[in-house]
């Protein structure tokens, strides 16, 4: 596509055939040669036989956030303004005057050649400034807001989280404030991090819209499926790493206790959760439901099951211990490697599954049960 662009010489309005003009109706991918005579932008003057060839580089859009623009240096002030007008707010943070006369003239040109005219010496920051006033409003008001709810929107936050030690499982009610305060972590920190990553990746797999139903069918057979193949395995796989090796690493004896005690609790919890809980949230889902059931109210099972993902998040970190992090030694067999290895993904495993009961489906139920019950 043919992206060259023109700029009005009496007030810096540029004509971008890529985008055409939304504003005055004229369509993206028009020519500007294809533009009628009688084409005018705002209160300018300027007839359009007056503009001239713009050389300044495209605006990149970003595909992540919906098509706003992301900024370089290589665009020009008026392009920025153009497209963004609150631009002119980061400019005048960083000392530079836009509507000053000596800018006008420079103006349509890339900001990285205007920088000796503005006085501007760091004008990276001033990139790094407009990018991030574009992204989602994620300010110091987002450390209000809960770990779980965070995840729960952007499931890709969650890698954020990690990288602080931030727990959004079973911690998932806390908000972001306390837990960067109970964990010694900068809140503005994180949440620069947050932006960073809802900028480069999508979101992914929020559940926002999902049902109660289709939330219960995927995490019988994503997270419940998992466990069931994966507990005896590993189950397995401790006892004979603690038979073979425990003599010189009884850590590993401790371990092979420790998760035969977790893997008996995660077989009764899911079977209640299959037997009792679920099919009572399939059903609020049908709106089959209006009176309370024999448990009472739905938040009871779930105080229930949420103590039991409470321990496992503990059982679960003091495997982490356990094993170094997840660390085999050097001369570790094969099995006690797998073992590590398989350990590592139930712990991730575990943890998304606990979030996605503990913050959306949980939450919604109780919703659900009070709209119909008040029905
Ligand atoms: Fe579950
Ligand atoms: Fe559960």
């Given amino acids: 596509m043919n992206t060259q662009k023109h700029v009005c010489p009496l007030c810096d309005y540029i004509y971008d055939q890529t985008r055409g003009d939304p504003v005055y109706g004229i369509a993206p991918g028009t020519s500007f040669d294809s533009l009628p ?3 005018r932008h705002g209160d300018c003057t300027a007839t ?5 060839t713009c050389t300044c580089a495209s605006l990149a859009f970003d595909e992540v956030t919906g098509g706003a623009p992301r ?5 020009s002030i008026q392009e920025i303004f153009d497209r963004y007008p609150a631009a002119i707010d980061v400019f005048k943070m960083h000392g530079v005057d836009v509507e000053d006369g000596c800018l006008f003239s420079v103006r349509h040109l890339p900001i990285e050649e205007c920088t000796e005219l503005c006085g501007v010496e760091d004008l990276d920051k001033i990139v790094n400034d407009l990018n991030a006033s574009l992204l989602p409003d994620l300010s110091v008001q987002s450390g209000k807001r809960s770990l779980g709810e965070l995840v729960a929107e952007n499931a890709n936050r969650a890698k954020v989280f990690d990288e602080y030690d931030l727990d959004y499982c079973c911690g998932g009610k806390v908000s972001l404030e306390e837990a960067c305060c109970k964990n010694g972590v900068d809140l503005e920190a994180v949440l620069l991090r947050l932006q960073e990553c809802d900028r480069l990746e999508p979101t992914e797999n ?17 997270h419940h499926k998992y466990l069931k193949d994966e507990l005896p395995r590993l189950e397995k796989l401790a006892d004979k790493v603690a038979r073979v090796h425990g003599a010189r690493a009884p850590q590993m004896v401790e371990l092979a206790y420790l ?12 079977l209640k959760e299959e037997m009792v809980l679920f099919p009572y949230i399939r059903r609020l889902d049908s709106e089959a439901i209006t009176r309370p059931a024999q ?3 739905v938040v009871n099972p779930i105080r229930c099951m949420e103590a039991e993902h409470d321990d496992a998040g503990k059982a679960l970190v003091k495997i982490r ?29 575990l943890r998304t599954h606990i979030h996605k009961e503990n913050s959306i489906l949980f939450p919604k139920a109780v919703s659900v049960e009070e709209r119909l019950i008040l029905v």
């Avoid at 929020?206 to 019988?220: G, K, Q």
């Avoid at 050097?330 to 712990?347: I, M, N, R, T, Y």
Wanted: aromatic letters at 10%; one cysteine or more; hydrophobic letters at 40%.
């Fill in 48 to 52: 359009i036989d007056m503009f001239e």
């Fill in 71 to 75: 900024f370089s240096q290589k665009d």
């Fill in 206 to 222: 929020s559940f926002d819209n999902a049902s109660l139903t289709d939330l219960v069918d995927n995490i019988e057979s994503t």
């Fill in 259 to 270: 998760f035969r005690n977790l893997k008996e609790e995660l077989v009764q919890h899911t």
């Fill in 295 to 297: 448990f009472g109210a």
């Fill in 37 to 39: 005579e009688a084409f």
């Fill in 321 to 349: 211990q356990l094993t170094d992090d997840y660390r085999a030694p050097g001369d570790a067999c094969g099995s006690w490697l797998a073992l590590v290895a398989g350990l590592e993904s139930l712990d991730k495993d």
